[in-house]
């Protein structure tokens, strides 16, 4: 069975998310060990990072997320406003190491052109006998 994995993003602000870190980071992980965390991982990264943390249940991670020492922790990130994102399942970079090569396109991979038609001539039968017949150009 899997767990249910939480990610929190900690942004660079008015300093670095390593101090941050150096700050909270070991009362973030016994606040964990001590709460029935299954798992947890740190990612560093040029512009912060990501500290991922999994449970067996959905209900430990609202038990934990509401502890004094993470709300504390939650609180004091370098950048308040716009510097913190929590969400559930693994973040930041856990995808694919590499840039997206664009997909080949189905099909022939572009719109069919207009069809222009070359002018046709068409005879129509005269009217009134004598009459020469008329062609137009369409």
Do not use: C
Request: overall charge negative; aromatic content about 10%; charged content about 15%.
């Amino acid at each position: 069975m899997s767990g249910y994995w939480w990610s929190i993003e900690i942004l660079d602000g008015a300093f670095p998310a390593s101090f941050w870190h150096d700050a909270h980071g070991n009362a973030l992980v016994e606040a964990a060990v001590t709460n029935k965390a299954v798992d947890w991982s740190l990612h560093r990264h040029p512009w912060g990072l990501v500290f991922e943390i999994e449970f067996n249940d959905s209900g430990d991670w609202w038990a934990y997320r509401q502890l004094p020492a993470v709300r504390a922790a939650l609180d004091a990130v370098p950048d308040p406003i716009n510097g913190l994102l929590i969400y559930p399942g693994r973040g930041g970079s856990a995808g694919a190491g590499a840039h997206r090569h664009p997909r080949p396109h189905l099909g022939a991979g572009a719109a069919a052109l207009p069809v222009t038609e070359e002018p046709r001539l068409v005879a129509f039968p005269e009217e009134q006998a004598g009459e020469p017949l008329t062609v137009l150009a369409l």
